[in-house]
């Protein structure tokens, strides 16, 4: 198998955290996935449309807007192991 490594490239992303608003752009609550309902007891749905369909949203999660503009959702691990900050 060919390794290969992630091109350093430079992206915008914003932490969603429910008690904060605005919201990251496109971030909805109670949303309907896929005939689910948006609250489930006491809990909520959040979720976002990507290019690949709806994508659900836990708070905590980083929204990242690619090199085309496109938005999605990443893990804080999944985040933290990938990216560190740029100084401008």
């Known amino acids: 198998?060919?390794?290969?490594?992630?091109?350093?490239?430079?992206?915008?992303?914003?932490q969603f955290r429910v008690d904060r608003e605005p919201w990251?752009?496109?971030?909805k609550r109670d949303y309907d996935r896929e005939g689910l309902q948006g609250v489930a007891?006491?809990?909520?749905?959040?979720?976002?449309?990507?290019?690949?369909?709806?994508?659900?949203v836990t708070p905590l999660d980083w929204i990242i807007t690619g090199v085309k503009g496109e938005r999605y959702p990443c893990k804080p691990?999944?985040?933290q192991a990938t990216y560190e900050p740029v100084e401008e």
Do not use: C, H, S
């Not at 990251?24 to 971030?27: C, L």
């Not at 006491?42 to 976002?48: E, I, K, L, P, T």
């Open 1 to 14: 198998m060919v390794k290969f490594r992630k091109k350093p490239v430079v992206i915008e992303a914003e």
């Open 24 to 27: 990251p752009k496109g971030v």
């Open 41 to 56: 007891g006491n809990a909520r749905f959040y979720g976002m449309k990507t290019l690949e369909g709806w994508y659900q």
């Open 77 to 79: 691990d999944i985040f």
